[in-house]
């Protein structure tokens, strides 16, 4: 089981360094120990966000005393000194949920970090952890570059997510692998190990290991550790395969939400007003039934103004925004029957964990919808992950009406008014509306104007399509989804380069937190031999970008001759797909093969997506 905290850490030194000019950006740092049960620890991970001057390392070379003593006790205590000087901003990420006395991470444990940077003074980041058990094993970015944050004009380049493999595992030089006196297995005290002088060099394995079979002792691989557990053979021999060791993803702290909204009715029939949104902490009430309304309710319900509603909300801890809808007809930017319009909110799952909604119907005098129970729509669950989809379908016997000017259909909005607050008034409250004149619902009511009739705008309102009190009729539905979820899923390709693809699927982590991308890639070997590639692979969804690591695969035969034994899998690179709508796309990709480089071009989608599924594009 995976665990997730939020540690948020109030970081002085970043304001101190920020300029009148520059506004801190929040990001959320996620560490991930991807090891299975059996498999390896790490120590808590040292973070620096500096200018990219500071190294930690250089192949080849004598490790500092700064990777030294990190390197063989998890002592980050002389790196950060070493780090101060740089004027960057550095913390320490610890796993509280770590075995009971040591706040590391355990094989499948998460934490995250909240940092508030200044883009020019943290373009870049660094890390470093000691990987546990061993002697002087570590992990690190050798090239201080690598991870940039932010590009020379401020704008944060992320989100950032990369995997850390065995193969990048390195050995300080600096303690002899006797795996005696080791970290997290059998030492008493720190730096007790046998001392070398040798540079920093890729570690060539565990004793006994796939990589380094005939070292010994053999002390780690079976061994068990303080957590009482036991390092597998197998599973903790970061030698062998693609062994993916930690994934770091760095993204804005806010939680991107698409709000979408349609008008169901069919041609003639209703139309309403653009709609209000606000995102609260389950306080801000829009109206109760069979009490009188609010002047903000009466304002947007009779004239579709919600200036009164809006000031109101803002005494309230949240956002809120209006959805327009720009193809309405001419004059009024209302949504039409069938039009659908969506806009992105950046949501903090602090303060904007529930969601609230109102229109004004049209055409009417004071007929309204909106949710009445301000917490009906929860956004975030207790460790701030999106909790949606969320669908909300409005059907005509959710329309209400104000109470607060007769239903004469005489002077209302979007028919026959002249000006706004002009019908007759009335005190009564909140309540459903009972239909327009002549309608299914109120058949005896008079005079039938609406129905049947053609307003002010030149529309016509027939006379059944725009009866909302008939059985099962569909006013609008809204949807609140992340920026890519399933019905992204499908066929994409590039119209200029037509023979090579990808099939995306976007699902949920195995865990039900979370999205990832899983991708095959069909293409051909950069070497001009003609033979086809199969690039494989899955990563996480952030906000409306895939990052994925891709795997080639080779070596196995077809049908009852394949054995899973002979498949040869190779690590090929990083895949970044970012999607800009739901049928357009940027694939960008850094293979680790340098035969196949780097680059990016234009996706296309080709299928319309899962059948039944109702997501951020079937609305």
């Known amino acids: 089981m995976k665990f997730s905290k939020h540690l948020r850490t109030v ?3 970043a304001a101190l360094f920020l300029t009148a000019q520059t506004q801190a950006v929040e990001v959320t740092v996620k560490v991930e120990n991807l090891s299975p049960e059996g498999g390896l620890y790490f120590t808590p991970l ?21 990777v030294e003593r990190f390197a063989e006790d998890g002592d980050f205590s002389t790196l950060r000194a070493d780090f101060a000087t740089s004027g960057g901003l550095d913390e320490v990420i610890l796993n509280p949920e770590g075995f009971s006395g040591a706040p590391v991470f355990d094989p499948g444990m998460v934490s995250n970090e909240i940092f508030d940077l200044d883009p020019n003074e943290h373009q870049y980041f660094s890390y470093g952890a000691m990987i546990l058990p061993s002697n002087d094993a570590f992990i690190a970015n050798g090239d201080p570059t690598a991870h940039q944050l932010f590009d020379d004009q401020g704008e944060f380049t992320g989100p950032i997510s990369f995997v850390v493999y065995g193969s990048e595992v390195l050995d300080a030089g600096t303690e002899a692998n006797t795996e005696t006196d ?15 002088n040798d540079p920093v060099a890729l570690h060539p394995g565990f004793n006994g290991s796939i990589g380094n079979p005939e070292a010994t002792p053999m002390n780690i691989l079976g061994a068990m550790v303080p957590p009482g557990t036991t390092i597998d053979v197998i599973k903790g021999d970061f030698t062998q395969g693609i062994f993916p060791v930690m994934r770091v993803t760095i993204q804005k702290t806010t939680t991107p939400v698409r709000v979408s909204v349609k008008n169901t009715a069919s041609d003639g029939g209703t139309f309403f007003t653009p709609l209000w949104v ?4 389950g306080l801000f009430d829009i109206y109760d039934r069979g009490v009188a309304a609010s002047e903000g309710l009466e304002r947007f319900a009779e004239d579709g103004d919600f200036s009164v509603l809006r000031s109101d909300f803002a005494q309230f801890n949240g956002q809120d925004a209006m959805i327009l809808n720009p193809a309405g007809f001419a004059g009024a930017p209302v949504f039409d029957p069938s039009l659908v319009s969506s806009e992105i909110f950046e949501l903090n799952p602090a303060t904007d964990q529930y969601f609230s909604y109102a229109s004004m119907l049209l055409p009417s005098n004071d007929a309204f919808f909106a949710n009445g129970n301000p917490m009906a729509h929860h956004l975030f669950d207790n460790e701030g992950n999106f909790t949606g989809p969320i669908r909300v379908k409005i059907y ?11 239903n004469t259909e005489s002077d209302a909005a979007f028919f ?3 000006a706004p607050n002009t019908g007759e008034t009335t005190t009564d409250t909140v309540m459903t509306h009972p239909g327009f004149n002549g309608s299914q619902g109120n058949p005896d009511a008079t005079p039938q104007v609406f129905l049947g009739g053609t307003g002010g705008p030149g529309i016509h309102f027939d006379e059944t399509a725009a009866d909302f009190t008939t059985e099962g009729y569909q006013v609008a539905e809204i949807r609140l989804t992340s ?28 865990n039900g937190k979370g999205t990832q991308a899983v991708v095959s890639w069909y293409h051909y070997a950069a070497d001009g031999s003609g033979e086809q590639v199969w690039l494989i692979g899955n990563g996480p969804v952030i906000a409306d970008t895939a990052i994925v690591e891709l795997v080639q695969t080779n070596g196995a035969i077809f049908g009852e001759a394949f054995n899973a034994d002979d498949v040869n899998k190779i690590n090929w690179g990083q895949l970044r797909i970012k999607f ?13 093969l340098e035969e196949y480089g780097s680059g990016q071009e234009p996706l296309t989608r080709i299928t319309s997506g899962p059948v039944g599924f109702n997501g951020a594009c079937q609305l």
């Open 182 to 196: 080791a970290a997290f297995l059998n030492q008493s005290t720190p730096d007790t190990g046998q001392s070398t």
């Open 11 to 13: 970081l002085f030194p």
């Open 396 to 406: 005509g016997k959710d329309i209400l009406d104000a109470g607060t000017e007769a």
């Open 483 to 510: 920026l890519v979820d399933g019905s992204f899923s499908g066929s994409w390709y590039n119209p200029a380069k037509d023979g090579h693809g990808l099939v995306i699927e976007i699902t949920q982590n195995a």
């Open 46 to 66: 040292w973070v620096g966000f500096h200018d990219g001057s500071f190294d930690i390392y250089d192949l080849g070379a004598a490790a500092s005393s700064g």
């Open 580 to 592: 800009n709508s739901c049928s357009e796309a940027i694939l960008s990709y850094d293979s680790l």
């Open 278 to 281: 606000g995102f609260h902490d």
């Open 416 to 418: 026959n008014q002249m």
